[in-house]
């Protein structure tokens, strides 16, 4: 005869999943992690909130989203036939295209198998005495496993504004953090967008030219470089392509880990003041990446 409590235990430890190792989080940092941990032969899995791949560029659709990176350099140097078998179109890409990428990532090394999605975690608990991570998530599951690895990254959890009457407010308003995956139709609607930061340097031209009047709420003046984006040519791609080892080793023992910056060695009060503007006028002109790089 089974009691209550021995039929409650066994339905307790059924619903209890277990494995070698959980990630939270299926952005490029995750799936990275979860193609290493299958590397070797740990049984692991991924939660993942979303119901799809790629992190911050899954999250973030709002108009004009594209990386401050590089395509070229903003890729998984895991694997050279990755490397060479995937092509960029432009020299900073689109969400769109980033979110692509993530999503070939994931089929062309089978990660979705060890994907959970929709399960959002609501606590991770390590238990001292059986030395295992517990994690509950809002479907209600537990899971256990030795290791815990957070790929929660820093760009995906939104700053919802506490301003009052925002809840009542009955016009459209979102968050470009979290962006609706259709589209936004802003045809004949005037538009008021809070904020100067990266995403909305990025937003404000798109939602100028796609509304019929747009106002910009600044706190605090900011500035933003030009990033002269272009399409990649085919000798440009050829030129990485043949060259990835080393463009990557640069990476790795630059700073900030990107390779095509040309990084300044004096201080800017080394030099007289028409070196100092003719340096970065010619880094303007180039572009992004290489501006704040002039000087030490």
Request: net charge positive; hydrophobic share 30%.
């Amino acid at each position: 005869m089974i009691t209550k409590s021995q039929h409650d235990s066994k339905n307790i430890n059924q619903s209890i999943i277990n494995y070698d190792a959980i990630i939270v989080g299926a952005g490029f940092g995750g799936m990275y992690m979860l193609h290493s941990l299958n590397k070797l032969g740990l049984k692991t899995l991924i939660l993942e909130e979303g119901k799809g791949v790629g992190g911050t560029w899954y999250w973030n659709r709002y108009p004009g989203a594209r990386c401050d990176v590089q395509s070229i350099e903003y890729s998984y140097s895991f694997s050279d036939e990755l490397q060479q078998e995937w092509e960029w179109s432009n020299k900073y890409s689109t969400q769109s295209e980033i979110l692509e990428y993530a999503n070939h990532v994931a089929d062309r090394f089978n990660l979705r198998e060890h994907i959970r999605f929709n399960e959002r975690v609501l606590s991770a608990e390590y238990v001292e005495n059986s030395k295992i991570w517990k994690l509950e998530t809002n479907s209600g599951k537990i899971f256990q496993s030795r290791y815990c690895v957070m790929a929660t990254g820093s760009l995906s959890s939104i700053n919802k504004p506490k301003f009052a009457g925002i809840d009542s407010y009955t016009g459209d308003w979102y968050i470009t953090g979290k962006w609706p995956h259709e589209k936004i139709d802003l045809t004949g609607k005037t538009v008021g967008i809070i904020g100067t930061g990266s995403s909305a340097v990025q937003a404000i031209p798109v939602l100028a030219a796609n509304s019929k009047h747009l106002t910009v709420f600044q706190r605090t003046a900011n500035y933003s470089i030009p990033a002269n984006n272009k399409p990649l040519d085919p000798e440009e791609i050829r030129y990485v392509k043949d060259n990835y080892s080393s463009i990557r080793e640069k990476q790795r023992q630059g700073r900030a880990g990107v390779a095509f910056t040309n990084m300044g060695t004096k201080s800017a009060l080394e030099v007289s003041k028409e070196e100092r503007l003719n340096e970065y006028q010619k880094r303007w002109d180039t572009g992004y990446s290489g501006f704040i790089s002039a000087y030490t």
